[in-house]
């Protein structure tokens, strides 16, 4: 997630998410629409959704966005959270759900 740091003023509209997949799977087969940040939030409507190589691993990632001001109100304390995001893979007309994983400092 870009920032991994929360603060409670922040002001940023976003928070990006970068999803991955085992090598051997193409992320341009994950449904957007599926995913779902702590099985609550979706996708901020009309942002574009991209494939990138983030950590620079050389396996794509999927790159999404969250509103910040909801994903902020996850959050009641300081602390570190794990973050979880729930999707599907479809591909030839079969759908496999994965999780994707991260954590987030809140000051």
Same mark, same amino acid.
């Given at each position: 997630?870009?920032? *991994?740091? $929360? @603060?409670? #003023?922040? &002001?940023? &509209?976003?928070? #990006?998410?970068?999803? +991955?997949?085992?090598? !051997?799977? /193409?992320? @341009?087969?994950?449904?957007? @629409?599926?995913?779902? $940040? /702590?099985?609550?939030?979706? $996708?901020?409507?009309? #942002?574009?959704? #991209?494939?990138?190589?983030?950590? @620079?691993? +050389?396996?794509?990632?999927?790159?999404? &966005?969250?509103?910040?001001?909801?994903?902020?109100? $996850?959050?009641? &304390?300081? !602390? *570190?959270?794990?973050?979880?995001?729930?999707? /599907?893979?479809?591909?030839? !007309? /079969?759908?496999?759900?994965?999780?994707?994983?991260?954590?987030?400092?809140?000051?």
């Amino acid at each position: 997630m870009d920032p *991994n740091v $929360l @603060s409670p #003023t922040s &002001k940023g &509209k976003y928070i #990006t998410g970068y999803v +991955g997949l085992p090598a !051997g799977f /193409n992320v @341009s087969f994950i449904d957007p @629409s599926s995913l779902r $940040l /702590n099985d609550a939030i979706p $996708l901020v409507p009309g #942002t574009r959704v #991209t494939i990138g190589d983030h950590d @620079s691993d +050389g396996i794509p990632d999927l790159i999404v &966005k969250f509103d910040r001001q909801i994903v902020k109100t $996850l959050f009641t &304390k300081p !602390g *570190n959270y794990t973050l979880h995001i729930p999707g /599907n893979y479809v591909r030839s !007309g /079969n759908t496999v759900p994965f999780e994707a994983f991260d954590s987030v400092y809140v000051r």
